[in-house]
């Protein structure tokens, strides 16, 4: 069984990364919003889908589409459903609406080899159904979104990390350290009640009465600062794991210490 000691600088710890887990989250979806990260990453999968990497051919014209973009030029979407794309691209290619031979002579005409012999493909196993090309075609959209999604994970996971580095650099927030100084004084540890839920002005409070932040700065260059450096990285690793995790953890923490008191 763990000792009180243990269990105090587990819920130290563990309101700590969720702390900056949290705020690093709120942090990444403003900037996110901000960007238009989610906009431009579908955008850029739509053009390396449709082979138009300069936006010039047919992934322009299919965001000129009402079903993709409602808003026109003004704004960008950040999700365009399955079945609205299929629709926006038969649109785009046919010269006469719901003539589905037509269709087939439209695809044969356009310029792409790579594209055309893509929905070629498509347009001969749907065996002249509009509806089943349209299925396809959703389809295959599915299967690039979850290659875009991947890259925006990536890519939301790296801007994560920077963020995170970037908080506990700025603030000091020392995992090294922190560990150090909840083991020599638990109490420190044992004012933090229950795990909240959101973030809100109780958080910042409870989270200021951990050991961080700076006591002299600059910091010196020395053998110590090496192990400044990797308090932070270990900081900033662990808001990878997102808040949930850790305020999961911490209440469970918190719990068991309830009943090794009761």
Not at 135 to 143: Q, R, V
Not at 164 to 189: E, G, K, T, V, Y
Not at 213 to 231: E, L, S
Not at 237 to 252: I, R
């Amino acid at each position: 069984m763990f000792g009180s000691t243990v269990l105090e600088v587990v819920v130290g710890l563990t309101f700590c990364y969720a702390s900056v887990a949290l705020i690093v989250s709120a942090l990444q979806e403003a900037l996110a919003s901000a960007l238009r990260l989610r906009a431009n990453c579908l955008q850029s999968g739509i053009k390396s889908m449709l082979n138009d990497p300069g936006f010039t051919s047919l992934a322009r014209a299919l965001y000129s589409h009402a079903l993709v973009n409602p808003h026109g030029d003004s704004a960008k979407p950040a999700h365009i459903a399955p079945d609205h794309f299929a629709i926006a691209l038969v649109d785009t290619i046919q010269s006469i609406p719901g003539n589905v031979a037509q269709l087939g002579r439209d695809i044969d005409a356009l310029h792409d080899p790579q594209i055309r012999r893509a929905l070629q493909g498509i347009y001969q196993r749907a065996g002249g159904d509009l509806d089943a090309f349209q299925a396809a075609l959703a389809g295959w959209f599915d299967s690039a979104m979850e290659r875009v999604s991947a890259a925006y994970k990536r890519r939301a996971m790296m801007i994560s990390l920077a963020l995170s580095l970037l908080m506990a650099m700025l603030f000091n927030i020392d995992s090294i350290h922190l560990f150090q100084s909840l083991w020599q004084h638990p109490a420190l540890a044992a004012q933090i009640g229950a795990a909240p839920a959101a973030l809100d002005q109780r958080v910042l409070d409870a989270m200021w009465q951990l050991p961080i932040g700076w006591q002299a700065f600059p910091p010196r260059m020395d053998g110590q600062f090496a192990v400044n450096v990797a308090g932070w990285l270990l900081t900033a690793s662990t808001a990878l794991f997102g808040a949930p995790f850790w305020f999961n953890l911490m209440k469970h923490t918190v719990a068991l210490r309830g009943e090794r008191k009761a």
